[in-house]
């Protein structure tokens, strides 16, 4: 048997990770989804340590792009299965800022294998599809500007997948939790599967436990705070906090999900947004791809994303924030990656400014030890298609023709200022070339379209 698959005893419980199974005496059995039962068995691999959120990610969808949600979602299901509280746990503790850990032995001693890949290189110190924040992260100065000093309190931010979206609302987290002087406390809100009231509920609440080390720094409990009715849950900690002359710094996450109780109840979202939006006591933050410009309509009077707007949006990555990220400037000079110039250069070309793609080829490129073959393997890599699908799936019908013709360099076929091709430019999915024209800013999606092509393309040298 696979050292990873052996039962082993957590309190009560029998956990056996090959079955998916928690029993306990009196015949009580629950079964766990898989992913479930892996980031409970990675937990049980080192009882009492704190495992990051990164690392059980890593260990438990390696290479494969998820939002934080998920593993938050994964470890409140076992909260539940497990009979466990967060706020007074026996099983599995938030440790805020840094991950989760195991309370307690786990026994007998053969638990989870799954181990974290190094950090070192070759290619390990680049994050390739989850959030990064503090040194790790680059770029985007003006719309971290723009938030935190900016005379407005409502943002909209936008971008395509993996273009940062959590990462930014990470980074304003760290920012502003570094920075006690601005007065703002921040609370990250995943909204990812929020359908109707009372999910919101609850993922407000999750959010709070999650910043109840920095509410308690400033004297508010949680419990004081929880209420079954969100719109209450949210007046009460900006009262709060206001009365204490702070400000409440609400960085919602994944807000697509507002779509889907739009359609429900425009009720509904119509006291989220005075919620959200309100003059004293708040600033808001709300990142998303570009679909819920469909909440820019709806209500004559008063439309959900008002107040947000304009958009800020997360394209392409500037020449020299891209060249830092490859270069990995914030390791020391021993530990970053062994590129050569042209390495740099090409990988920026075929990267196209995109952190996910940048971060990918550069991977690839440590670990085959050159540009052409990791090129080859990315273009074949069935996240980068996938990426790709879904992106063009974000878009209107007008925009995806535009991309498609570019692709197959047939030009964008239409005006240079309509506000379909300036929308494309501002996400980072087309550019304007040293000659003035129209072109796909992402070499690699039009290798993810036309195979064939790639050969040529190499041996000519683009």
Request: with cysteine; proline share 6%.
């Amino acid at each position: 048997m696979n050292p990873a698959d052996a039962p082993f005893e957590l309190g009560e419980w029998l956990v056996q990770p090959r079955l998916n199974r928690l029993s306990r005496s009196g015949g009580t059995v629950v079964q766990l989804e898989p992913k479930m039962m892996d980031v409970l068995v990675c937990l049980a691999r080192n009882p009492g340590d704190v495992v990051s959120r990164e690392a059980l990610i890593d260990a438990v969808w390696p290479e494969v792009f998820i939002s934080e949600s998920v593993l938050t979602r994964a470890i409140a299901g076992l909260r539940r299965a497990l009979g466990d509280d967060a706020r007074s746990p026996s099983f599995i503790e938030t440790i805020s800022k840094r991950g989760y850990r195991l309370i307690g032995p786990a026994a007998p001693a053969p638990v989870a294998q799954a181990a974290v890949r190094s950090t070192g290189f070759p290619g390990g110190s680049y994050v390739v599809g989850q959030w990064v924040r503090a040194q790790g992260f680059y770029g985007r100065s003006a719309q971290l500007a723009e938030v935190l000093d900016g005379p407005r309190n409502g943002f909209w931010i936008v971008g395509t997948r993996r273009r940062g979206k959590t990462s930014f609302l990470k980074q304003l987290e760290h920012v502003a939790t570094a920075a006690p002087e601005r007065r703002l406390l921040p609370v990250f809100w995943d909204l990812q599967g929020v359908d109707d009231l009372d999910a919101l509920a609850f993922s407000l609440e999750e959010a709070l436990a999650d910043a109840e080390p920095r509410l308690e720094d400033v004297g508010l409990a949680v419990a004081e705070i929880i209420d079954p009715d969100v719109f209450r849950m949210l007046g009460t900690l900006r009262r709060r906090l206001r009365a204490d002359h702070r400000t409440l710094f609400l960085l919602c996450d994944e807000a697509e999900a507002l779509q889907t109780l739009a359609t429900r109840s425009e009720a509904a979202i119509g006291r989220l947004r005075r919620a959200l939006l309100a003059h004293d006591g708040v600033r808001t933050v709300i990142s998303s791809g570009p679909r819920l410009w469909d909440l820019a309509t709806g209500s004559a009077t008063s439309p959900f994303l008002d107040g947000f707007l304009p958009p800020l949006y997360l394209g392409r990555l500037r020449p020299e924030t891209s060249h830092a990220l490859i270069r990995q400037h914030h390791l020391s000079d021993e530990e970053r990656p062994e590129l050569t110039d042209d390495d740099v250069d090409a990988i920026c070309h075929w990267g196209g400014g995109h952190p996910f793609l940048l971060q990918l080829l550069s991977k690839r490129v440590i670990e085959y030890g050159g540009v052409d073959r990791a090129v080859a393997a990315v273009a074949g890599d069935r996240s980068v298609t996938s990426l790709f699908e879904v992106d063009l799936d974000l878009l209107d019908d007008q925009q995806r023709s535009i991309l498609s013709s570019l692709a197959e360099n047939h030009g964008p076929g239409v005006e240079d200022d309509s506000p379909a091709l300036l929308e494309l430019q501002q996400l980072g999915l087309v550019e304007r070339g040293d000659s003035d024209e129209i072109r796909v800013a992402m070499p690699l999606f039009g290798l993810t379209r036309h195979r064939s092509q790639f050969d040529r393309q190499l041996q000519e040298g683009v």
